[in-house]
């Protein structure tokens, strides 16, 4: 509907922890599960109720300007820590396993610890070591996830920016890895890079037909 009211993330499921006794909550997302290449990336954010910066929302609906600013402004007054899980462990793994062991170590890293993580999803990381809930569509509900969620996105797509200086031809600085029609087209005229998730189809089916042409 035209003109709907658009819900913006809010801080009730932490002040509901809070008044529990629960002090240290943080909020974790990740990024990075469906691009061809790169690491999965995740963040655990520990805000302070007395300074949040305004205007975070859903990493996804803000422009990269906007992101990098508020990123700053999160690492400046919140507890962060970043975490990844390797293209190699992507492929050993599985996409969902992966990006559960970089939302462990992100919350592993927290300067000051962590007492319950509310999660972007519908499934909590099997490895957990603290109580925590998992939140569905959490970085459009949860500022503590949205905060995460921007802090995730903003240090992948610098690692993307890096790679495809190292690697020019993918638009990696563009498309973050994801199987846009330029990258997929670079992918079968130059090949898989080792940065190239091996386990997801387009780069396996690349790989494969290079292996079936080798005589």
Not at 35 to 44: E, F, W, Y
Not at 121 to 147: F, H, Q, T, Y
Not at 193 to 201: A, D, G, N
Request: include cysteine.
């Amino acid at each position: 509907m035209d003109g709907a009211y658009e819900s913006l993330p809010h801080f009730q499921l932490e002040l509901r922890l809070i008044a529990q006794g629960v002090l240290r909550v943080a909020g974790v997302d990740e990024v990075g599960r469906g691009p061809l290449c790169g690491p999965v990336t995740a963040a655990a954010v520990r805000l302070r109720p007395d300074c949040i910066p305004p205007g975070l929302n859903d990493s996804k609906k803000l422009t990269r300007e906007k992101r990098e600013d508020l990123a700053l402004r999160i690492i400046d007054c919140a507890e962060v820590a970043i975490a990844h899980a390797t293209v190699e462990e992507i492929d050993t793994h599985n996409i969902l396993r992966a990006s559960h062991i970089a939302m462990c170590r992100a919350l592993a890293a927290l300067p000051g610890g962590c007492d319950h993580a509310l999660i972007d999803g519908n499934m909590l990381p099997r490895d957990l070591a603290i109580r925590a809930e998992a939140v569905i569509g959490g970085d459009a509900i949860s500022l503590s996830i949205a905060a995460a969620s921007i802090v995730a996105k903003v240090e992948r797509d610098r690692i993307m920016v890096d790679l495809a200086q190292q690697h020019p031809g993918y638009g990696w600085e563009r498309n973050a890895g994801y199987s846009t029609a330029a990258h997929l087209e670079a992918l079968r005229t130059l090949g898989p890079t080792p940065h190239h998730r091996r386990s997801f189809r387009p780069v396996h089916n690349i790989l494969y037909q290079d292996l079936s042409a080798t005589p």
